[in-house]
């Protein structure tokens, strides 16, 4: 059985897009499911997240390019069943270079064909740039579900119509017209405030069963986690942030159908 592609987006910045995509990874990755994360932004916060180095040629800009293959590109992390294809400063040369070329908005479907035919993994995840720009468009158009976090703060909602604006264009000018929002992650949930709880309650109103029932909570845990290259679970697996993680991955295995 094919993988299942999500794509992890979010224009705005230190929304937990990052954090999110590591640490459900993981959490998938510990049910026995295989899973493959895509770090798709230049800043590489995923690959150091994961405690992996940032190396000249290890992102899939020579693969996008055609001089390599994305599967290449994979490598081993620290947790078990979790598989990551690295980022680095030269993808964002492949904004500008992608833009000049013809089938500009599929060539990274094109580039990861191979990985998605092989039965290596059940779940992939694209980490995308805090930018709607021409990475994150190309991993909507390589995917099977948008995954869109959303931070429990004012204005979350104001850059949730345009993300999915760019999920209906995609959808309704045939670049990839099977593409589906997965459901909204609700992150930096803050129990004592009444902020948090009205745009949950907001967000729920306008989108019902789209908004996953875990909320993500704001933790230090949380942020201090990636600074020293792991994982909440690696981290401290008996704090708040972990049991939410682990929460959203089982809403997500079993909503996906990821599990046999």
């Known amino acids: 059985m094919p993988a299942t592609f999500f794509t992890i987006a979010n224009q705005k910045g230190g929304v937990g897009k990052t954090t999110t995509a590591i640490n459900l990874a993981a959490a998938i990755a510990a049910e026995n499911i295989p899973c493959l994360i895509i770090d798709l932004d230049p800043q590489a916060n995923a690959t150091s997240g994961l405690g992996l180095e940032k190396e000249a040629g290890q992102s899939l800009y020579q693969a996008l390019s055609g001089e390599e293959s994305a599967d290449s590109k994979i490598v081993e992390t620290s947790t078990p069943n979790l598989f990551l294809i690295p980022s680095e400063v030269d993808i964002a040369a492949i904004e500008t270079e992608l833009a000049q070329t013809e089938n500009y908005l599929i060539r990274l479907r094109d580039t990861l064909q191979s990985i998605r035919k092989d039965n290596r993994f059940k779940a992939v995840i694209l980490d995308c740039p805090p930018s709607l720009g021409m990475l994150s468009m190309n991993a909507m158009a390589a995917s099977d579900y948008l995954l869109i976090a959303l931070q ?29 929002l997965g459901g909204i992650m609700m992150t930096m949930y803050d129990v004592r405030t009444n902020l948090s709880r009205q745009v949950v309650s907001d967000v729920r109103q306008h989108f019902g069963r789209d908004v996953f029932s875990t909320m993500i909570p704001r933790s230090i845990r949380l942020a201090e986690a990636p600074s020293f290259g792991q994982t909440i679970f690696e981290y401290d697996p008996l704090s708040p942030g972990a049991a939410a993680y682990k929460e959203l991955s089982t809403e997500i295995i079993k909503r996906f159908k990821l599990k046999s």
């Open 152 to 180: 429990c703060e004012y204005l979350a909602m104001e850059g949730l119509g345009q993300i999915l604006n760019v999920l209906e264009q995609l959808k309704e000018a045939d670049v990839n017209p099977g593409l589906a």
